[in-house]
């Protein structure tokens, strides 16, 4: 046998298990890697101060989860780095202009209360980094809502560089979608937004990365963003054509960064391939709901939350019988197991 041959690994330590060749901690450095483009974007459209928070984010999150499980008498995992994935995706979430200590409060909830609290990774019923970004929004909305012009807007008459509004604010408000705001520069991500979504492009290039790495599967970011395409194109939207609304929904907001790195986190999502594909449906039409009738321009976030509620039912809907069992011999058990109940209760009598 070829000792160079990479070692299959099945964890079998906790619900869902996933047969893979690869460790978490080389799965969490793929994810890493294929961040890397939106950082870079990040840096280079709001300048250096993006690292500040950046880095707070990924240092409070593994500070978290070392101090919590040394706390309660737990081994250390932050070697798995879990942990910096996580402060790195809540960062990303976060407007440019946000201050130092704002992930820092984010990092807590999400790590602490969302992910430690329920025994650590592969545990969490939510998302940590979206849990953590949800916090934040609730608890500082005024922060969360104040986006900075990139510098690819400077000097764009009638910009100002300290606050502007983002594709979706415009495109759900009442006013018009101005003429900058276009396929082009959204695509591109020469537009306000929260630092790692503004680059559909650089999302694009990690996601493919995590599939074609098999890091995640196609089936939940292609049935998200599939449904958000479908709904949108239908619905239309005043002032522009449905096929012009179902760009800018397509390529505006939180969509994509969601759609490949959120909604596919393997503890909140489902295991089966249906319910991954049902899974990322639900996601779809719950953020195109929220964008539609909701008081936020915006819905992934709570889209995926939600879905990440739901996960669980959606895996016991669709799980697969033990080979050799049919449907017949399922539903004589249930029969026998319901009389054998019905007997005991009229013995009780």
């Not at 879990?82 to 990303?92: D, F, H, W």
């Not at 599939?226 to 005043?238: N, P, S």
């Not at 819905?299 to 080979?323: E, P, T």
Request: aromatic share 12%.
């Amino acid at each position: 046998m070829n000792e160079k041959k990479e070692r299959i690994i099945l964890d079998v330590a906790y619900q869902p298990q996933i047969r893979t060749n690869m460790d978490t901690r080389r799965l969490m450095g793929c994810v890493l890697l294929s961040l890397l483009p939106a950082v870079i974007m990040a840096v280079w459209q709001f300048g250096p101060k993006t690292l500040i928070v950046i880095a707070s984010s990924v240092l409070s999150a593994v500070f978290f989860e070392w101090a919590i499980r040394k706390f309660r008498k737990q081994s250390a995992s932050i070697g798995d780095l879990s942990a910096v994935v996580t402060g790195l995706l809540l960062a990303l979430t976060l407007p440019p202009t946000s201050p130092w200590w704002l992930p820092v409060i984010g990092t807590f909830f999400g790590i602490v209360v969302v992910k430690q609290l329920y025994g650590g990774i592969g545990k969490n019923f939510l998302n940590p980094a979206l849990a953590g970004r949800a916090f934040l929004l609730a608890s500082y909305a005024m922060l969360m809502g104040r986006f900075a012009a990139p510098a690819a807007m400077k000097g764009i008459e009638g910009v100002d560089a300290i606050s502007a509004a983002t594709p979706l604010a415009f495109l759900y408000g009442s006013e018009g979608m101005p003429a900058y705001y276009n396929v082009k520069t959204l695509f591109l991500g020469f537009v306000p937004g929260a630092m790692g979504e503004i680059s559909t492009l650089a999302l694009l290039i990690g996601g493919i990365y995590l599939i074609a790495r098999k890091v995640i599967s196609w089936r939940i970011p292609v049935s998200f963003l599939g449904t958000v395409a479908i709904l949108t194109l239908i619905f239309g939207h005043e002032g522009m054509s449905n096929v012009q609304f179902m760009l800018y929904n397509l390529l505006s907001g939180g969509l994509v960064l969601g759609a490949f790195f959120m909604a596919t986190d393997y503890a909140t999502s489902p295991v089966t391939l249906n319910g991954q594909l049902l899974y990322g449906v639900g996601c779809g039409l719950i953020t195109v709901l929220i964008r539609y009738f909701g008081g936020f321009p915006e819905g992934v976030s709570y889209a995926i939350l939600l879905m990440n509620l739901c996960a669980w039912a959606i895996d016991k809907g669709f799980h697969r019988h033990q080979f050799g069992v049919s449907k017949e011999d399922i539903a004589a058990e249930k029969a026998a197991r319901k009389a054998e109940k019905k007997a005991a209760k009229e013995a009780a009598k």
